[in-house]
């Protein structure tokens, strides 16, 4: 309600300034306690217990500087990043759009971000409590790119509860050729290689452009090479039908027009996978209805962020109170023994 109040204020605000300003809130607010692991909605992903399905996914909390007020308004997790090796600026302003009339956003960040050191530095200072991932990606001017997301992982192992390798940015150039037969399982086998017993699970953030035979491929390529979980996903580089003025900027789209793409890659790849490897739905998700849509067709967590652009700060009790009634309506005792339901 009070949010609704204000949006007209927020939303005159630049886009990046508005989010810089949430961050200021965040960290300025009393950090509230996480949900409890041991509620209705709690699941076992990855060996890790989720309170809840819903997670706030990377692209909000860059530089890791407000998970544990995150996790205090609801969310089950909270995914931190994408943070690369070194501190980089990212993209030429202006590079992020609110497209209000779809109720969706178009980002060109291009990984700004303060680097591992930084980050690593503000998560060893928290109080470890309530699930936070560290998705991981590569500098733009790097020569490595594999050596990159080795050095994230090993930087970001003993603060994170789990890892994300994101291939799937389209605003770092040539990154999304990652997501190819030979180059993805080349940066697989080195992270499989290179891992440790104690380190935390990774998962694998893919594209939802994707082409016939690729989810076969990344499916099997994540299962040999000890992949915990895949996130489908990321942002889109299509372009649905569209209202706003800011329609045809350069960038991922994100938000309520990407949940039709969203929604069908995810049965795609849950069609191969099964219960081999679990999934974690992204995209155009803001609604209770919505997320447990995206669990019925196969995941067992879920994410969102243009949503809480759109819907504030109240948005994740919103949903997890939401999902608690659906699970009952559709007669089912836990998350688990809905995912794939459909």
């Known amino acids: 309600m009070i949010y609704s109040l204000l949006r007209p204020a927020i939303f005159a605000l630049d886009p990046e300034r508005a989010h810089r300003l949430a961050i200021a809130a965040l960290k300025a607010k009393p950090t509230g306690k996480p949900p409890e692991p041991s509620g209705p909605l709690a699941v076992r992903v990855a060996g890790i217990d989720f309170p809840n399905p819903l997670g706030m996914a990377a692209g909000f909390d860059k530089d890791a500087e407000v ?190 027009p990407l949940r039709l793409l969203a929604l069908k890659q995810l049965r795609r790849f849950y069609a191969v996978a099964g219960d081999e490897l679990p999934l974690i739905g992204v995209g155009g998700i803001a609604t209770a209805e919505q997320a447990w849509e995206r669990i019925r067709a196969g995941a067992s967590l879920v994410q969102l962020y243009s949503a809480a652009v759109y819907r504030g700060p109240g948005v994740a009790r919103d949903i997890t109170a939401g999902l608690e009634k659906l699970m009952r309506r559709d007669g089912f005792a836990s998350i688990a023994e809905a995912v794939g339901s459909e």
Request: with cysteine; glycine share 12%.
């Open 67 to 256: 998970p544990d007020a995150l996790l205090g308004m609801g969310f089950g997790h909270v995914e931190v990043g994408s943070i690369t090796p070194l501190p980089q600026p990212g993209n030429p302003k202006p590079r992020l759009f609110r497209l209000v009339e779809d109720a969706a956003v178009i980002n060109r960040m291009g990984f700004n971000n303060g680097g591992l050191e930084a980050a690593n530095a503000r998560l060893m200072r928290r109080r470890r409590r309530g699930i936070v991932g560290v998705n991981v990606g590569a500098n733009k001017e790097t020569t490595d790119r594999v050596a990159d997301y080795l050095t994230g992982i090993a930087c970001m192992a003993p603060v994170a509860d789990y890892l994300t390798v994101n291939i799937s940015s389209p605003n770092t150039p040539g990154l999304r050729g990652l997501q190819a037969e030979g180059e993805l399982e080349a940066l697989l086998e080195a992270i499989a290689a290179d891992r440790r017993a104690s380190d935390p699970p990774v998962f694998l953030k893919v594209a939802p452009d994707l082409e016939n035979g690729d989810h076969e491929r990344i499916v099997r390529t994540a299962i040999d090479n000890g992949i915990a979980a895949l996130i489908v996903s990321n942002t889109s580089i299509s372009r649905p039908p569209l209202g706003s003025q800011h329609a045809e900027e350069m960038g991922g789209l994100s938000g309520a």
